[in-house]
DNA sequence: CATAAACGATACGATGCGTATCGATAATAA
DNA sequence: TTATTATCGATACGCATCGTATCGTTTATG
């Protein structure tokens, strides 16, 4: 059952202003990047007031929050049937592919940026985008410990941070490229560390 | 041979100045953060005219980056004749220990914001700051490979993502603190993976 | 004493955030 | 039908800040 609208009174808000905005968003962070991304630019390109753009989103980084949000794909990094190490591939694989795009990487960058600034901005980032990602990481490589797969003693919050690291790292600090080399070397670095070293089935 | 300041026609620069802007720039730092740090804030602090500033500093991110050169002690990451494994816990803890000091913390943190929006910033920031320190890691760890310290098929830069990435990655994110018992942690997780695992001596 | 550059002070243009106000429009509720 | 209510685009505004320009003053060199 989707919830209706809920019928309240007044004029509904437009859905189409809504995805115009979402759109523009993206083209622009695409076109100008962070530096030439700004509320007044999108509702010119959306074709929508300024107004109705800070009805929805309280200020600019909510706004690159929930542009990630949008795009966002059910998570990989989950323990299937797969091998650990599939899933960790398949997981950076994914990450890659996506990171390729320029908007995506730009509205990654931005958001962090702009959540230095912005400290109700960065406990939100913490919460939809750091930990849920940690979340799922952490599950998996417990289900690898009981599986045998992964070392009983391995630290797992250190090795998270390295991996999630390694991928902010070069997307923020930009001296090497988040492509698919990068997604195998990470893979082939960290399980010829914790993984156990069982044989190839 | 200092080299002297050259006797350049004309009032030359005052050289209190200059470091009343980087106090004043660093205090500014500490109390209100990346968000309410401006030149104008600085210059108000500092007893100076913006033009003041302006005249040494291009932009407010090259004065950021000068407060993180100003700042920065002679890298420990050296193979001096400390085991490698000591000379990168020692690292670690000194940056650590760095990193302990909000006005420290903000420097970076600012630092990194302000160049997602500016290319040449970054460039500098990559050059000055980023490539550096790995070309230390990266020294040290083919140091320990030659002793046997390290294994000789470990990917070196990817490790080097791991340990760098997972500092920025709390630091910029802050899911974590940046503190002693992570300096001690990834020490461990590090040597666990890419150590040879030598009886110590 | 002439030249040249830094100094503080101040004003300025340009952006861009986020708010406020407007009449018009499109929905619900009586 | 009519009253109410919220959204719409348009526009103006206050505010902060960046970075530039200008000016008279000060401190150095030649």
New binding site residues.
């Given amino acids: 059952m989707t919830t209706k609208p809920a019928?309240?009174?007044?004029?509904?808000?437009?859905e189409a202003?809504h995805r115009a905005i979402l759109r523009a968003a993206n083209r622009l962070l695409h076109e100008a990047g962070y530096g030439?991304?700004?509320?007044?630019?999108v509702a010119l390109r959306a074709?929508?007031?300024?107004?109705?753009i800070?009805?929805r989103w309280?200020?600019?980084g909510a706004l690159l929050l929930d542009l990630y949000m949008e795009g966002l794909a059910p998570a990989a990094l989950e323990p299937s049937g797969k091998k650990v190490r599939q899933a960790f591939a398949a997981y950076l694989n994914q990450t890659v592919e996506r990171l390729k795009d320029a908007g995506w990487s730009n509205t990654l960058r931005s958001l962090v940026a702009e959540a230095q600034n912005d400290p109700a901005l960065a406990r939100l980032v913490r919460d939809k985008v750091i930990e849920p990602r940690r979340a799922d990481g952490r599950r998996l490589l417990e289900h690898g410990m009981k599986t045998g797969e992964i070392r009983k003693n391995v630290d797992i919050d250190i090795t998270l941070d390295f991996v999630f690291g390694a991928i902010w790292y070069r997307l923020l600090l930009g001296h090497a490229a988040v492509d698919e080399a990068f997604a195998r070397r990470v893979t082939t670095a960290l399980f010829k560390r914790i993984g156990n070293d069982l044989p190839m089935p």
Avoid: H, L, M
């Avoid at 019928?7 to 437009?14: C, I, L, N, T, V």
């Avoid at 030439?36 to 630019?41: N, Y």
């Fill in positions: 019928a309240r009174p007044g004029r509904p808000r437009d202003t030439g991304f700004s509320i007044e630019g074709g929508v007031a300024k107004t109705s800070y009805r309280p200020s600019k």
